[in-house]
T-cell receptor
Framework: RKEVEQDPGPFNVPEGATVAFNCTYS??????FFWYRQDCRKEPKLLMS???SGNEDGRFTAQLNRASQYISLLIRDSKLSDSATYLC???????????FGGGTRVLVKP | NAGVTQTPKFQVLKTGQSMTLQCAQD?????MSWYRQDPGMGLRLIHY???????DQGEVPNGYNVSRSTTEDFPLRLLSAAPSQTSVYFC??????????????FGSGTRLTVV
């Protein structure tokens, strides 16, 4: 089993709709969680950090469920510019080493 | 503020050649890492460092060396390039504060092809 698993998608989303997807992690010692966005042939860019039960930033909401070991990302009022691959990232405290999920591809269409 | 700077952006090597991928950050971050990204494999950790003079292996370290003589620089050396090392390489840096690990900032990547 991979340490961090994501549905690869793609999630085809009408513009203006809401989309949500999950990421599961296997290591219960994981302490910090992040969502990154990666555009085609670009570097990953930090979207949100999740340190407690959740975080909200504008149209984006991340939730953490430690009991079931998953985090979710919800995007409201999707824009065409939200089309990207969203990477779930987990790390443990020691050494700040990141483990990446394979990414979830989101395509927002007019 | 430049952030994380990687050079070169593109490189073609012949099998057996060696080279160094450069990475520099100007944010005084203590943590630095090298990742490779291959289609269908996601990002995999090659080597990382928790501070100057301290490095450790990640998930896929074979064929690569690193050193961290300064806080700012974290070069990645390919000892004898192989076609399996064709990939996109990302350098990233981060810091820890207030008991929390903060997210990494990534460089723009180096696209390496080994022929």
């Amino acid at each position: 089993r991979k340490e961090v698993e994501q549905d690869p998608g793609p999630f085809n989303v009408p513009e203006g709709a809401t989309v949500a997807f999950n990421c599961t992690y296997s290591n219960s010692a994981s302490q910090s969680f992040f969502w990154y966005r990666q555009d085609c042939r670009k570097e990953p860019k930090l979207l949100m950090s999740v340190y407690s039960s959740g975080n909200e930033d504008g149209r984006f909401t991340a939730q953490l469920n430690r009991a079931s070991q998953y985090i979710s990302l919800l995007i409201r009022d999707s824009k065409l510019s939200d089309s990207a691959t969203y990477l779930c990232v987990v790390n443990k405290a020691a050494g700040n080493k990141l483990t990446f999920g394979g990414g979830t591809r989101v395509l927002v269409k007019p | 503020n430049a952030g994380v700077t990687q050079t070169p952006k593109f490189q073609v090597l012949k099998t057996g050649q060696s080279m160094t991928l450069q990475c520099a950050q100007d944010m005084n971050h203590e943590y630095m890492s090298w990742y490779r990204q291959d289609p269908g494999m996601g990002l995999r950790l090659i080597h990382y460092s928790v501070g100057a003079g301290i490095t450790d292996q990640g998930e896929v370290p074979n064929g690569y060396n690193v050193s961290r003589s300064t806080t700012e620089d974290f070069p990645l050396r390919l000892l004898s390039a192989a076609p399996s090392q064709t990939s996109v390489y990302f350098c990233a840096s981060s810091y820890r504060g207030g008991g929390l690990n903060y997210g990494y900032t990534f460089g723009s990547g180096t696209r390496l092809t080994v022929v």
